[in-house]
Nanobody
Framework: QVHLAESGGGSVQAGASLRLSCAVS????????VAWFRQTPGKEREWIAR?????????DYDESVEGRFVISRENAKASFTLQMNNLKSADTATYIC???????????????????WGQGTQVTVSS
């Protein structure tokens, strides 16, 4: 069974950096599609980044994090990393990784394209 586990969250001051990891198990990872979402209480889950492996690892970012966050894949560990730099208070949220297990689905920016989710890791940024 597919399982996703996030780690690396914490409490930092504005301008600091954090590195989140998403360990994926139970999947073949053939051209994997992994996305990071974030969510605050009472709000809808917000897409922030995705990585899609074709010939290269294609990445895409929401404008709110583009230039500050970098998503990458660690092949040896079947793990996906979100490097977060220059954190802002607005980045405070629970960060959740998601996996698309069906190749028939788009590697898109909406929750409906993903069918496996981690439990999330909390990121708190204080100014």
């Amino acid at each position: 069974q597919v399982h996703l586990a996030e780690s690396g969250g914490g409490s930092v001051q504005a301008g600091a950096s954090l590195r989140l990891s998403c360990a994926v198990s139970g999947y073949t990872y053939n051209r994997p599609c992994v996305a990071w979402f974030r969510q605050t209480p009472g709000k809808e889950r917000e897409w922030i980044a995705r990585i899609y492996h074709t010939l290269l690892d294609d990445t895409d970012y929401d404008e709110s994090v583009e230039g500050r966050f970098v998503i990458s894949r660690e092949n040896a560990k079947a793990s996906f990393t979100l490097q977060m730099n220059n954190l802002k208070s607005a980045d405070t949220a629970t960060y959740i990784c998601a996996l698309r297990t069906s190749l028939e689905n788009y590697c898109g920016k909406e929750t409906k394209y993903y069918d496996n989710w981690g439990q999330g890791t909390q990121v708190t940024v204080s100014s």
